[in-house]
């Protein structure tokens, strides 16, 4: 298995500033709640909150999508709840990466049944061709290929998470 980089730090660093500017004057005067989705945006909602200059509060979502390995089934189980009530609020929601749809979709859905005020997606990556369902994503930093990608708080079987880039895994086994 060897790692080849993809995208590298400054390049992130520069789209994430570009979106938290978007979203700073996208709620000019507003309160907003952002949503990381766990474990997978944690690093990227780390550097996108500090990029945004609003009134900002933070509560998070665990997920645990059921698969067959890098399969998504769109079963999703919400394994830790926010730890605060959502009506009335402008929420955003932050993802990694949107890669069938399903799980966004599924978010989407339970959250919106929370009445908050408004309700919008921010992910880090988008992998077009391989949607099944399709989610309008709000705050978008990378479209990437369908490919297996990691670093930046993106995991393979739990590792890579650490990695100040984003990255492929290409298996050179045979
Ligand atoms: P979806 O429900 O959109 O198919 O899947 C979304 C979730 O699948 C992501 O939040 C992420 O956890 C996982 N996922 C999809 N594609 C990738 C990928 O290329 N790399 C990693 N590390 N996880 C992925």
């Known amino acids: 298995m060897a790692i080849k980089p993809l995208i590298d730090a400054?390049?992130?660093?520069?789209?994430?500033?570009?979106?938290?500017a978007d979203i700073t004057r996208d709620y000019a005067g507003k309160d907003i709640v952002v949503v990381p989705v766990l474990k997978g945006s944690y690093v990227f909602a780390a550097d996108l909150v500090r990029q945004i200059d609003?009134?900002?509060?933070?509560?998070?979502?665990?997920?645990?999508?059921?698969?067959?390995?890098?399969?998504?089934?769109?079963?999703?189980?919400?394994?830790?709840?926010?730890?605060?009530?959502?009506?009335?609020?402008?929420?955003?929601l932050v993802e990694d990466i949107v890669d069938t749809g399903l799980t966004v979709a599924y978010l989407r859905e339970n959250l919106v049944t929370r009445q908050p005020a408004s309700l919008k997606i921010a992910s880090l990556l988008h992998k077009p061709a391989r949607t099944r369902v399709p989610v309008g994503i709000?705050?978008?930093?990378?479209?990437?290929?369908?490919?297996?990608?990691?670093?930046?708080?993106l995991d393979h079987a739990?590792?890579?998470?650490?990695?100040?880039?984003?990255?492929?895994?290409?298996d050179d086994s045979h």
């Open 10 to 20: 400054s390049t992130i660093a520069q789209r994430v500033a570009a979106l938290g």
């Open 138 to 153: 709000d705050y978008l930093g990378f479209t990437v290929e369908d490919v297996f990608i990691v670093g930046y708080g």
């Open 54 to 92: 609003l009134s900002v509060e933070v509560d998070f979502l665990g997920v645990r999508s059921y698969g067959d390995g890098q399969e998504s089934s769109g079963v999703v189980q919400i394994t830790t709840d926010l730890s605060h009530p959502i009506q009335g609020k402008h929420v955003i």
């Open 158 to 170: 739990q590792k890579f998470r650490n990695l100040p880039y984003l990255a492929i895994i290409t």
